[in-house]
């Protein structure tokens, strides 16, 4: 199972920018998925999930900003960004709860690589 994200890039203060992850391989039923980051200097932290019922839960820095949705069918999560901020500067990294079909199935957190957004006053 690999998860690749994408849509990261440099906007100016204000402006908007849509992350997706898709999930690949031997999938059998996904649960949570979701958005972390880590900005320079600091520690990773939650932005948003978003749970197999669509529910949703984001961090305090960027409600009524940032919206996170799936599309099941396409094994993707994405996050749309709206009046970005400088302290939004991060590396973003989505994840998801993934039951990996196999002989034993198995259940785990996977991660993607990491894209990065940076926003400029």
């Known amino acids: 199972v690999q998860l690749q994200a994408s849509g990261g890039g440099s906007v100016q203060a204000g402006g908007s920018l849509r992350l997706s992850c898709t999930a690949s391989?031997?999938?059998?039923?996904?649960?949570?998925m979701g958005w972390y980051r880590r900005a320079p200097g600091k520690q990773r932290e939650l932005v948003a999930t978003?749970?197999?019922?669509?529910?949703?839960n984001y961090a305090d820095s960027v409600k009524d900003r940032f919206t996170i949705s799936r599309e099941d069918d396409k094994n993707t999560v994405y996050l749309q960004m709206n009046s970005l901020k400088p302290e939004d500067t991060a590396v973003y990294f989505c994840?998801?709860?993934?039951?990996?079909?196999?002989?034993?199935?198995?259940?785990?957190?996977?991660w993607g690589q990491g894209t990065l957004v940076t926003v400029s006053s």
């Open positions: 978003i749970n197999s019922d669509g529910s949703a």
């Open positions: 994840t998801a709860d993934i039951l990996k079909w196999d002989k034993i199935p198995s259940r785990n957190d996977y």
């Open positions: 391989g031997s999938i059998f039923k996904i649960h949570d």
